[in-house]
């Protein structure tokens, strides 16, 4: 391994000797398939349309139905993106320039062909395929790190290319992905691990920290209050020597100014040239979480001394964990219900009531997110004068006359929640993916069975 190891004394003020280590990162570039499966690489999106004003010169397109794409990044870098079929109209889109020197003209950068990589369709709606690696030019390498990408394209609304519009039509996305980590194997706290700093957003900068947000999941939700992941680490818990992505663990962690090495927090820095990462024991005042069985992976807003938010990743261990002193709240988190140690199931909570928990000094304060579990159905009548066919309603509004110009819908609905009020949806089984979502059936006073149907989610 290409690891330094640099030993470094940080006096404390107590005359405590604690040590400061860092290790020497490299760039690690990655294939189609790591970068697509690399945790907390999710990337950045460009809308690919008919047209977009920013163009100024394009190539000369085989397609008559060449394609442009506009990604617009928080750094306020804006991308361009030019699509076309070489094989002539209908052939499918195998050719992506990207404006790589940020001029709005196409014609001066390079052209990149399909990859026989990566998933791929194409029928008359729909048409996906990845191109890349896209290298971005040196002017835009910070220190050692030079970006890097795949373009995933996804057409997912080709009908609108046979409008005869002028107008300037939405057709599809182009998720961008990084293709290149910055990677070493650190030694801290008796765990030595392959450790990476991957741009989770690609947006061509690292490192970005979380933001808040607030979510907004349906339609009339008042939100609910989030850290917006930007970059992240990645770490090879298991020691499988990849950096592992399922359903349910991930060995990406939220990019934090505080990491875990077995249940100690210690705080990380990064150096400006990207060169190396510096691990110190945390010696800021410290207390403890403490959460209900069950709750794991979770994800907290620190709030610093500045007001802004930092997302820690706290090691859970026998239900406590050591954080630094100081306001926090619950991002996510998951919890597990077991039966036997391989029967379970798994399920995420990223709505929460807007709480926030106060964390003194040598205090323990107890999260009270978890079970009991409340399953809440709710029944609503609703009059829909356009008769229209929704795929919620679909299955009780027949049994009301569905069809006629004026039927009665009944609209059910069912939250489950916990006992700080947190809403929990999507439920993973140890026998592999989704649980299928609740069944239910309506029936009269006599017990006679009126209906009966699936919910549509999980
Ligand atoms: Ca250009
Ligand atoms: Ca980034
Ligand atoms: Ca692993």
Redesign the pocket.
Same mark, same amino acid.
């Given at each position: 391994m290409n690891t330094l190891f640099h030993p470094l004394m940080v006096l404390l003020a107590g005359g405590v000797l604690v040590e400061a280590q860092e290790f020497t990162l490299s760039v690690k570039n990655m294939t189609l398939d790591e970068s697509r499966s690399c945790p907390g690489g999710y990337g950045g999106y460009a809308m690919v349309m008919t047209k977009v004003s920013e163009v100024k010169k394009a190539p000369k397109a085989v397609s008559a139905s060449p394609l442009y794409g506009r990604m617009d990044n928080a750094k306020s870098e804006r991308l361009l993106f030019f699509l076309d079929e070489s094989q002539g109209t209908g052939k499918g889109y195998d050719r992506l320039v990207a404006d790589l020197n940020g001029n709005g003209d196409l014609t001066d950068d390079p052209v990149f062909s399909k990859l026989k990589e990566g998933p791929q369709e194409q029928n008359e709606d729909y048409e996906q395929a990845n191109f890349g690696p896209v290298e971005l030019p040196e002017s835009k390498s910070q220190g050692i790190w030079r970006p890097r990408f795949y373009a995933d394209m996804y057409l997912y609304n080709k009908r609108e290319l046979k409008s005869a519009s002028t107008e300037e039509r939405h057709i599809g996305q182009i998720r961008i992905m990084t293709a290149s980590l910055l990677e070493t194997t650190v030694e801290v706290n008796g765990i030595k691990q392959?450790f990476g700093v991957v741009d989770g957003n690609c947006n061509f900068s690292l490192p970005d920290p979380a933001t808040v947000t607030t979510i907004h999941r349906r339609p009339n939700d008042p939100g609910s209050w989030y850290l917006m992941p930007g970059d992240f680490y990645v770490?090879?818990?298991? $020691?499988? $020597?990849?950096? =592992?992505r399922t359903a349910t663990e991930s =060995?990406a962690q939220i990019f934090s100014s505080v990491v875990y090495f077995k249940g100690k927090p210690f705080f990380a820095r990064l150096s400006q040239d990207l060169k190396g990462i510096r691990f110190e024991p945390y010696t800021g005042a410290t207390g403890q979480i403490s959460v209900k069985e069950g709750v794991d992976s979770i994800i907290l807003g620190w709030q610093g001394g500045a007001g802004a938010w930092d997302g820690l990743t706290p090691d859970i261990i026998e239900g406590k964990a050591e954080v630094p002193a100081g306001a926090y709240r619950i991002s996510s988190f998951t919890l597990t219900g077991k039966k036997t140690a391989s029967d379970w199931i798994k399920t995420t909570s990223r709505e929460l009531p807007e709480k926030s928990y106060a964390v003194a000094t040598g205090k323990i304060v107890r999260l009270d997110v978890g079970c009991p579990l409340v399953v809440e159905v709710s029944a609503n009548k609703e009059i829909d004068n356009q008769g229209r066919e929704s795929s919620l309603m679909g299955a009780a509004r027949s049994l009301f006359g569905g069809g006629s110009s004026k039927a009665t819908i009944l609209r059910l609905d069912v939250v489950v929640l916990g006992a700080a009020g947190e809403r929990y949806s999507g439920f993973f089984g140890s026998a592999g993916g989704y649980v299928p979502p609740p069944r239910f059936e309506i029936k009269d006073s006599t017990g006679k069975e009126l209906a009966s149907g699936n919910f549509e989610y999980g």
């Open positions: 392959k770490r090879d818990m298991n $020691g499988s $020597g990849i950096y =592992d =060995d």
